[in-house]
């Protein structure tokens, strides 16, 4: 069982916080750090210090940590050109010494793009189809080789298709609970599929179709990592829960209904509930990044138990 530190910089956080986070994620025995990709902060607060880049902050963290996996959930496709994306990635996983995964969505918090000037187009999820094959064309083309591609929103011609990532394939998370084009996506691009925030009963049956999907496709269903976001508040007792939850604006309730909260024991065994759906990997959104012994007690009387 993974269990991942997944974090929203968006809120409020600088580089230094964020390699803090990191760090700790490492030394501490979690198996990846990840970031959101989004430049405008969302519910109350002011965002201080600002956003930072989800792929400049990993290209500096590639450098910083040795072990750990870094990725996104999810880079949103409206953000980068196909191309552009493409060479991003396979740099950061050579500067990391292949340790990247990509997280490749949609894009859907418009007043971000309202925000910063960045075209927010209808056909996204058409246009994220073109991403998947573009990004994963251009890795997978020879070297040597040329890539081209002739779609309705992208087109390339004669690209060399370089740089070439570490990894001889870079794993590719896609997610959402989209019920006919996110898993027929998964099952032609998708190393791992994510299902955030949801109730084990959403998992379920969305793991369901991706399944089918797969299947469909002529994909053996087991190739796919299965996993869950979901936000983490962890105490001691009642009033450290109760704590962390105000901190980031939560009701406790609401948490043990739709997240990882409660003591070490109640949410290792929601873990295990999700593990019966299907999920091997949990990515814990930590909400509050200065709470490092947050991450401390979910390293000693969390991960001890199901890493």
């Not at 998947?132 to 080789?145: K, N, Q, Y």
């Not at 996110?182 to 959403?202: C, G, I, K, M």
Request: proline share 5%; charged share 25%.
């Amino acid at each position: 069982m993974d269990l991942r530190i997944f974090t929203e910089p968006q809120q409020g956080a600088s580089y230094d916080t964020l390699l803090a986070v990191a760090k700790a994620s490492e030394d501490l025995g979690f198996d990846a750090f990840f970031r959101s990709d989004h430049f405008l902060r969302m519910g109350e607060g002011d965002g201080l210090p600002g956003p930072t880049d989800a792929w400049i902050t990993l290209a500096g963290l590639a450098r910083e940590t040795s072990r750990i996996k870094l990725g996104t959930l999810m880079t949103a496709a409206t953000f980068r050109l196909p191309g552009v994306l493409a060479i991003q990635v396979a740099q950061v996983d050579l500067m990391s010494g292949g340790r990247i995964e990509m997280g490749l969505g949609a894009g859907w918090f418009e007043a971000e793009h309202t925000a910063y000037g960045i075209p927010f187009p209808k056909e996204k999820i058409a246009r994220l189809e073109e991403q998947l094959a573009i990004v994963t064309g251009l890795w997978e083309t020879p070297v040597g080789e040329t890539y081209d591609f002739d779609g309705k929103f992208y087109q390339l011609k004669d690209c060399p298709a370089l740089p070439k990532p570490a990894q001889a394939k870079v794993p590719v998370i896609i997610g959402g609970l989209g019920a006919k084009r996110t898993p027929e996506l998964a099952a032609r691009y998708a190393d791992e599929f994510n299902v955030p925030f949801a109730s084990l009963e959403d998992t379920g049956r969305q793991f369901e179709r991706v399944r089918e999907a797969a299947r469909a496709a002529g994909r053996d269903a087991d190739d796919l990592v299965y996993s869950n976001a979901l936000v983490a508040a962890v105490g001691k007792d009642d009033a450290e829960v109760a704590r962390r939850a105000a901190a980031i604006g939560r009701e406790v309730e609401e948490l043990r209904a739709n997240g990882l909260a409660g003591s070490p024991a109640q949410v290792v065994d929601t873990i295990g509930r999700y593990a019966e759906k299907g999920s091997t990997r949990f990515y814990l959104q930590i909400l509050d990044p200065y709470d490092l012994d947050h991450l401390e007690l979910i390293s000693s009387q969390v991960l001890s138990q199901v890493g």
